[in-house]
Nanobody, 117 residues
């Protein structure tokens, strides 16, 4: 079992930056794909960014060039650096870990990001 705890959400003005963090309860980054998802009110949860055990990253078109996913293996923590934020980035951001072998999914509780115009 893995617990994921997000932190770092908050309120920021459009054009600003914010970094959200996801701390895993144990060292899992070598066996899971880590990802950030987001869900805005009335919308489906969508993938924002992913990082594989090998360090390959992928981003949704809507955040390319503005968001960066990274991880600190020593701290069992994944980050999402968000720059040039837009009001449409407002959502609850969820951390996800998916085992590359069992395909088991683990989710954090989410952290709210609100971008004011």
């Amino acid at each position: 079992q893995v617990q994921l705890v997000e932190s770092g959400g908050g309120l920021v003005q459009a054009g600003g930056s914010l970094r959200v963090s996801c701390a895993a309860s144990r060292n899992i980054f070598s066996i899971v794909n880590m990802a950030w998802y987001r869900q805005a009110p009335g919308k489906q949860r969508e993938s924002v960014a992913q990082i594989t055990p090998g360090g390959t990253t992928n981003y949704a078109d809507s955040v390319k060039g503005r968001f960066t996913i990274s991880r600190d293996n020593a701290k069992n923590t994944v980050y999402l650096q968000m720059n040039s934020l837009k009001p449409e980035d407002s959502a609850v951001y969820y951390c996800n870990a998916r085992s590359v072998t069992t395909r088991t999914n683990y989710w954090g509780q989410g952290t709210q990001v609100t971008v004011s115009s």
